[in-house]
Nanobody, 125 residues
Framework: QVQLVESGGGLVQAGGSLGLSCAAS????????MSWFRQAPGKEREFQAA????????RYADSVEGRFTISRDNAKSTVYLQMNILKPEDTAIYYC??????????????????WGQGTQVTVSS
């Protein structure tokens, strides 16, 4: 069992930066692929970034490649999302999620076993 708690959301102006954290409970955090998704009002939850259990491989959605950076600290059982050059269209609730394994399936919300409660990010124009 893994419990996830996001923090760090807030209001930021376009062009600004924001960092999100996701703290996990449970002794098996280091065995999970960790990802970030987001969901805007009226839209489906969409994949943003993922990182393997070792941190050695990362994957990003095309819309955030070069602007967002995912990282993890297994000693702290925490995964991070640094978001730079934010745009109004980045406004959404951001969720972290955990799954074992890798592959194309990691971009699908249905693949994930555990989810956090989400944190709101609002980017003003």
């Amino acid at each position: 069992q893994v419990q996830l708690v996001e923090s760090g959301g807030g209001l930021v102006q376009a062009g600004g930066s924001l960092g999100l954290s996701c703290a996990a409970s449970g002794r098996t955090f280091s065995t999970y692929t960790m990802s970030w998704f987001r969901q805007a009002p009226g839209k489906e939850r969409e994949f943003q970034a993922a990182i393997t259990w070792s941190g050695g491989t990362r994957r990003y959605a095309d819309s955030v490649e070069g602007r967002f950076t995912i990282s993890r600290d297994n000693a702290k059982s925490t995964v991070y999302l640094q978001m730079n050059i934010l745009k109004p269209e980045d406004t959404a609730i951001y969720y972290c999620a955990a799954v074992r394994g890798w592959g194309d399936r990691i971009t699908a919300p249905t693949a994930y076993d555990y989810w956090g409660q989400g944190t709101q990010v609002t980017v003003s124009s």
